[in-house]
């Protein structure tokens, strides 16, 4: 495909995503749902730029819960700005991610992704038990809304308007779509690419192994984290059992895994596709138990379409 | 104090040893990485639970009822993963985390959050606190383990099956040379281990309440004593479960039980940096032949 | 040879590794001059592969060093070796699976050594002109898994070239070659050592070796046990005892497996 034709679909897709509430046909829980979606489907991609190494990590739900505690903490304690929150989660994701860089270096496959695992329960208990800190597994309540943003006669108000909301976590999308981008089609995702598919090659090529795979790490756990800190601003409440959760290390794992782990928008489709038919049709037919639906994803997935639907599609259209 | 804790950690590890065997089996024989294993046990202690409340089955007539069932589930799984491409590892791993999911979920739509218990084991002819150390549910518990444990033992090392399995483990190439079916040995580990794990769930229903989403805890313990002992060696399982024991119950006791999880996750990624050759079930083959 | 008078480009001095417990190197000692072409030749387990993975910064030394152009590089990390200007091919293949041969070499091309252009004569030669040069033109857009074990060899000497080396190490690219294409891969070996290049080869078929090197090097478990001209090294009677010793074991391992 031609760099041109390639960008038709995409700026078809931003055009429907934009016009459509413009056009004053969406309801607000179209955009609440697609909202999370974009949400998590930026979740997704910061979980993807470590994953492109090769490092596949089953604890993401660690920088993302650090991240909103972090935001949830200095919120509760100091009424600080909420943008200024947010960052400061990345900070703690990202400080986080450069102890697993260090730690981690050495492992490979299923060890990391069972060290990955593991890490994540240190913050959890910690937040679970440091009660006069957090106030333990009750969590944090009344964490402040997102601002509203006065230009004039215009009053956008993130917290409350959830069409407001909806452009802030499309405009949120797009900047991982760029991250994400970059971690693909660079200098640096080339470097990505060869660690991922063969390590000691790529070295002997001249590509510094360790650097390229911490760097990724450290850059997800720091977006990570970031997504964790929007998070408490979004919900207004966290708690350990909620930003900790295996759902959460599980989700962009999923979404990923089910678009297609290696091309640029695939974690973002998969969000879009899985993440509505979770919550308009799932969760109405089975209220309890529907984020099974994420596990049997990653089952069909892996038995079916071990490269993500969106090659699966490209690869049919293209024998059709 | 110091009797009761070692009371108390020689019968949790004893379980613990248990819960791991099925575990290594599984992994050491066809290097799939059951992350579902804890939730396999659950699965087993809920349907004890159901068999119990629903048809009125005496509960230990649940232990063989479960121990027929689960190796079915499990031989089912096997023929799922043996489709699972290259990584092997890392991907029955990714799989089988999907599968805990579902599991959770599935357990959560038939059961609800509610913790629930099954009675222990009757012993009527036990007289009621004749041992201060161990009450008899402990005793039932340990008894049942050890047992387990050393039927395993004596399959591996001292039967013609054993030794093929023990072969597939150490060499699967070379076992394959030598005539050994590696496939059929590993539905026989994927069967071996469902007994084991339908053992473990009444068992862990007796002694811990059951609850939809406790499945990741012993898939951790199986994880750590399987990394500590080498995969596949019955009796280091055992001595790794009851210094696990021992070291949760010690922790659980100085710290409070609440920081448990996080001992063990420590432990956990202690072990796989310190012990890198745990999970090679391989011997260490010598570096680049020139 | 005329290559007596030129500057020392690698050398390895009382080079010793043990691995698992065991002794694979011991007091090696080797000096390569710049425009040389010299094998390392030896029965198998005799430490050729260790010696290239020492030199590239994959193994470290238990004791020695390693100097490149009077620096001492002993355990640099392996991208570092590349960017000084050595690179190297595997004796087992390690193509980049996903990417196309035509990506495989680019990505040398992209991380190789840098500025190359100021340091001489080195290949200046794109992806395309690389894999013809091997003799791969047509496969370009073939995916590296897809290639045959021979083609990864090739494969693995463009995109080792495509990092702009100063010294290349070959680890065993004749093995399994017809003659005709042991008879290109000769060429090849020349003309690159024409275009300014140093050449260190393992052969441990002995295919490529008598007709191109300058020098050989005898190896034998871990030590050095012949160093001078071809013919002089092939008749030494060090070298036919290393190999008669592991002909005659192959034989008796042939037998036992037979029974």
Known sequence: MKPAKQLILPAFGVLILVGWPLSGLSTDMHHRVLGMAFFYGAFAMTWNISALTGAVSLGHAAFFGLGAYAAGLTSHYWQISPFLGVLLGGLLGGVYACLWALLFKNLRGARFALASLASVEIPKTLADNWDSLTSGSLGLVGIQSLPTLDLGAWHIAWGDDLKAQYFLLLAFMSMMVLFHFRSIRSRWGWAIRCVREDELAAAGLGVNVGAVRAQALILSGFLAGICGGLYAHLMGMIEPALVFSLHLSAMPLVLSLFGGRYEVFGPLLGALVLYPIDQLLFHSLLPVGHAGLYGLMIIVTFLFFPQGIAAWLQKRGKSA | ?290 | MASEKREICLELRSLSICLAGSVVLKDVNIRVREQEIVSIIGPNGAGKTTLFNIICGNLRPTSGSVHYRSQEITGWPPHRICHAGIARTFQTTRPFPEMTARENVQVGLYFGKLGAKASGPALQLDADELLDLVGLARKRGTRGSDLTLSEQRRLEVARALATRPQLLLLDEIAAGLSPQAIKQAVELVRMLRGRGLTLILIDHFLNLTARVSDRLIALDQGELIADGDPESVLNSAEVIAAYLGERQKAEQEGITHGA
């Open chain 2, 1 to 290: 104090m110091l009797l009761q804790l070692i009371a108390s950690s020689f019968s949790l590890g004893s379980f613990y040893a248990l819960i791991a065997l099925g575990f290594s089996l599984i992994f050491g024989i066809t290097r799939a990485f059951n992350l579902a294993h804890g939730d396999l046990i659950l699965l087993s202690g809920y349907l004890a639970y159901a068999l119990y409340k629903g048809l009125g089955a005496p509960v230990l007539l649940t232990l063989p009822l479960c121990m027929l069932a689960l190796p079915i589930v499990t031989v089912v799984l096997h023929r799922f993963l043996r489709h699972v491409r290259e990584p092997f590892e890392l991907n029955t791993l990714v799989v089988t985390f999907g599968l805990s999911m579902v599991l959770q979920n599935a357990m959560l739509l038939a059961f609800s959050a509610n913790f629930r218990l099954l009675p222990k084991a009757d012993f009527t002819m036990l007289p009621p606190e004749s041992t201060p150390v161990l009450n008899p549910g402990q005793i039932f518990l340990i008894a049942l383990s050890l047992l387990a444990t050393a039927a395993t033992h004596v399959l591996l090392h001292h039967t013609f099956l054993g030794k093929a399995l023990r072969a597939t483990i150490q060499e699967r190439e070379a076992a394959r040379l030598a005539g050994i079916p590696v496939e059929r040995m590993g539905v026989v580990a994927f069967a071996l281990g469902g007994t084991l794990i339908g053992l473990a769930g009444p068992l862990y229903g007796q002694s811990a309440y059951l609850q939809p989403f406790a499945g990741p805890e012993p898939t951790l313990t199986a994880i750590i004593i399987t990394i500590f002992a080498g995969v596949g060696r019955t009796r280091g399982i055992l001595l790794g479960g009851w210094i696990l024991g021992f070291v949760e119950s010690a922790a659980a006791l100085v710290l409070g039980s609440s920081w448990r999880e996080m001992v063990a996750a420590v432990l956990l990624i202690a072990l796989l940096l310190l012990r890198p050759e745990g999970l090679l079930t391989l011997r260490p083959h010598r570096e680049s032949k020139a």
